[in-house]
């Protein structure tokens, strides 16, 4: 029986292409990035050029790029980011039409005392954009919204909504798993801060998520362990001393910034 596979927003076959370039990984050149030796090292470069390549397909800079699982995993990254480098804010202002990557994080934060605003879609999907601006309040550690609804495809104008984020200086994310690859994306103008998305949804393995962090913007890790990706995500992957990241004292544990802003 002939399979016509018409579910790529749920999964995409892995290109040919990809799985070419990426086989020897698993098998002949399967050193440790973070080794010390050439034989880890010859794979820590190739994840370089991996980066390189995956921001310039967002008009990101290779530092602002963090290597994760999933875009699930990227959408709990920022959003507990913000809250973690904003401990005195306690409201999150999200849509009702989030991923559960989003929707389900922000229920357990309810849980734990966090005031959420779920935004109503109208009749076309699309936020009352006054709505929106009355949600933010100087309490607000984070707006995540998502740039393309995976059920319906309509997109959210996250530029706009961005930028009124942070003219009030609220942190902005987006889930851009269903867009990454679909629509255009420079992030070089854009007030977005945090940005989301996965790779098996555009013919990567699975496995594989990204989450861009602009420079300038306050992180904290969501998995703590090794100095991989520059201490923003520990875990075996990639070896880069840093020397532009600093955690001025004052701030809670494990968080850090920038030294020099865009
Ligand atoms: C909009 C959106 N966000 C997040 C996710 C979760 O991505 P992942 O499966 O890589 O965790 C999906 C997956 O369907 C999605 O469509």
């Not at 999933?70 to 401990?87: F, V, W």
């Not at 998995?223 to 875990?235: D, F, M, P, S």
């Amino acid at each position: 029986m002939k399979t016509v596979y018409l579910d790529n927003n749920a999964t995409t076959q892995v290109a040919s292409e990809v799985l070419e370039a990426m086989l020897p990984y698993f098998h002949e050149y399967y050193g440790n990035p973070s080794s010390m030796h050439s034989f880890g090292g010859q794979v820590a470069r190739r994840i370089r050029e991996a980066r390189e390549q995956v921001a310039a397909l967002i008009g990101a800079t290779p530092d602002e790029i963090i290597f994760t699982s999933c875009g699930t995993e990227s959408d709990n990254a920022a959003i507990r980011s913000a809250l973690a480098t904003y401990p005195e804010r306690r409201h999150i202002v999200t849509s009702r039409v989030e991923h559960p990557a989003v929707k389900s994080l922000c229920a357990n934060l309810a849980g734990q005392g966090y005031r959420i605003t779920e935004l109503p879609v109208e009749k076309n999907g699309l936020l009352d954009m006054e709505q929106f601006v009355g949600s933010l309040t100087p309490d607000t550690a984070v707006v995540s919204l998502m740039w393309a609804n995976n059920e319906t495809g309509v997109l959210f104008p996250v530029e706009k909504a961005a930028e009124l984020a942070h003219e009030r200086g609220i942190p902005f994310h987006t889930d851009a798993v269903q867009s990454t690859g679909k629509i255009p994306i420079n992030l070089q103008k854009s007030a977005i801060e945090m940005l989301s998305f996965s790779g098996h949804k555009l013919h990567a393995p699975k496995g594989i998520g990204v989450l861009y962090v602009r420079k300038g913007t306050r992180f904290s890790p969501f998995l703590i362990g090794g100095h991989q990706e520059k201490g923003r995500r520990g875990g075996t992957e990639t070896p880069r001393a840093s020397s532009d990241w600093e955690r001025p004292a004052n701030w809670p544990p494990a968080t850090w910034i920038w030294k020099t802003a865009p």
